[in-house]
């Protein structure tokens, strides 16, 4: 996709901090665009490739990856109050004693995992670390009690892996992709009953998604499974499949607009029908844009966009969605870009009704909205006659709520006179065109006819080459031979020549002994 056109919008993360007040920072923030959170006190350390989740306004961060060092830590961020604190564990013991310790003790030390809020619990599932296991383990965070330990599964569980997907769809967790412990990559699906526990073997149909691992995945109304994204060893990918979760077919449908730069290690989250994601990048360059996937249209836009090298164009970033003061923001956090990060960035979303018909938007027309639903309950309960209600002469009484609603309606008229007009110009439009196409399929149909006539002339003319050719091989044969003729006639030439002057000394020398035996006999 071509991002040139969010210049005007992209601008460094860090202009918005020098001004944010911290007493009522959430007021202050500009819609849809990323910030940074003034920060009190010690931030925990730079990260990618870490779990994370968000409960009761908390951000809660589990484990990563830095310098190729696992991490074992659970760092919490308040969002009331800005401060970052670590989660001190209790790890469960026989007999349902808890023991309070550190979570360095309780939690190994993990990266490439994933994080479910799943009731009062998180759920930390699969990733990479030095316990070894053959299956994946899933791992659970007690929000009330702060009790930590592993959780007992039953079923067919897949293999051990990092870098997967993980997604809740219902009280099910749909697993997808990866990489396991002998660097195998993967595209098989698994779920998890989260109400037995129990595992179980995803068939589906069709051609799955290639093996990858660093992608994201989405449920589209508890039904269509979508993965994005991820790479393989060698490759990078920017497609998107579609698994149906009813009659288990894999897709790979077409997508509206331009195709986005191949990513993996970026981040998503889904509000309503949207499908936020950030960061990302391919080993070279990190992915600035914040796209935005409408699922039920399939189609991309870029939402925002941010400098190159900041923190939010990095790879194994997380995001999330919070609910805070009312407003729903994203909340994104670490990553790497070839610095390690461990900044909160947020963005508040316009309220949903901004995108809501300007009719609803009214409070005039709301509120007669409101009176005409209320008008039909008590007409269906009490059967009241609309006829004794006194209206005006064009349908509308004289205090202000209908003046303004008569307002709006005329409004409405007016807009749809000139919608009216941009039909009918359009439509004359589509003619035009429709004519142009027809003239271009003439045309079409006369230059696909005089190709035909040049390539059956191409066609013999070809057939003559190739007999000229022969021609020419055999005068060069005959050539080839003329040529060995003439040596031969100039080799006889010369053992003529010595043939003469060898019969011309013969004769001389019959000649001279003549002459001698005439002198003896005189």
């Known amino acids: 996709m071509n991002f040139s056109n969010l210049e005007q919008f992209s601008m460094g993360t860090e202009e918005f901090k020098k001004e944010m007040d911290v007493a009522n920072w959430f007021s202050q923030l500009p819609y849809e665009q990323w910030a940074p959170i003034p920060v009190s006190g010690t931030r925990p350390s730079a990260r990618y490739k870490h779990a994370a989740g968000v409960a009761d306004e908390k951000l809660y961060i589990s484990g990563g990856s830095r310098t190729g060092r696992y991490l074992p830590d659970v760092q919490v961020f308040d969002f009331r109050g800005l401060v970052w604190s670590s989660l001190k564990l209790k790890s469960e013991a026989v007999g349902g004693k808890s023991e309070e310790n550190g979570a360095q003790e309780v939690l190994p030390a993990t990266s490439d995992h994933s994080m479910v809020k799943w009731g009062n619990k998180l759920l930390l599932l699969g990733g990479h670390s ?93 039904r269509y499974l979508l993965i994005f994204g991820g790479c393989s060893h060698s490759i990078f990918f920017n497609d998107l499949h579609v698994l149906d979760l009813q009659t288990m077919e894999w ?145 509308v009484g004289n205090n202000p709520s209908e003046l303004d609603l008569a307002f709006e309606i005329d409004a409405l008229k007016e807009e749809k006179k000139e919608l009216e007009l941009s039909l009918t110009e359009v439509r004359a439009e589509n003619s035009r065109l429709t004519e142009k196409v027809d003239e271009v399929n003439g045309t079409h149909a006369e230059l696909s006819k005089e190709l035909h006539s040049v390539q059956g002339q191409l ?43 060898e019969i011309e000394r013969s004769a001389a020398q019959r000649q001279g002994s003549g002459g001698v035996w005439r002198w003896i006999a005189g």
């Open 130 to 222: 030095k316990t070894t296991s053959d299956s994946m383990i899933v791992r659970f965070i007690d929000l009330k009690t702060h009790a930590c330990g592993f959780i007992e599964t039953s079923g067919n569980a897949p293999v051990a892996r990092g870098g997967h997907s993980v997604t809740l769809v219902g009280s099910r967790l749909i697993i997808f992709g990866g990489e396991d412990r002998n660097r195998r990559l993967l595209n098989d699906v698994y779920a998890l009953d989260l109400e037995t526990m129990t595992w179980d073997v995803v068939v589906a149909r069709q051609t799955p998604p290639a093996p990858r691992f660093d992608h994201t995945a989405a449920i589209n109304t508890e």
């Open 251 to 395: 897709s790979q449908p077409e997508v509206q607009g331009d195709l986005v730069t191949p990513r993996a290690g970026h981040a998503g989250v889904t509000i309503g029908e949207n499908w936020y994601i950030v960061g990302g990048g391919d080993n070279k360059n990190g992915c600035p844009e914040t796209l935005v996937l409408n699922m039920s249209k399939l189609a991309w836009s870029a939402l925002t966009s941010v400098k190159e090298r900041d923190p939010l164009a990095s790879e194994g970033l997380s995001v999330c969605s919070a609910l805070i003061n009312g407003e729903r923001h994203l909340v994104a956090f670490g990553g790497y870009n070839g610095k390690y990060n461990n900044e909160v960035f947020v963005m508040r979303l316009k309220p949903s009704d901004a995108s809501r018909p300007k009719i609803f938007q009214s409070p005039a027309a709301a509120a007669a909205a409101a009176s005409v639903t209320a008008a039909y309950a008590l007409a269906k309960s009490e059967k009241l006659d609309f006829s004794s209600l006194n209206l005006s002469s064009n349908g």
């Open 459 to 501: 066609a013999a003319e070809r057939s003559r080459c190739f007999k000229l050719e022969a021609q020419i091989a055999e005068l060069q044969k005959i050539l080839e031979s003329l040529q060995s003729i003439e040596n031969e006639v100039q080799l006889l030439r010369r053992q003529k020549s010595a043939l003469e002057q």
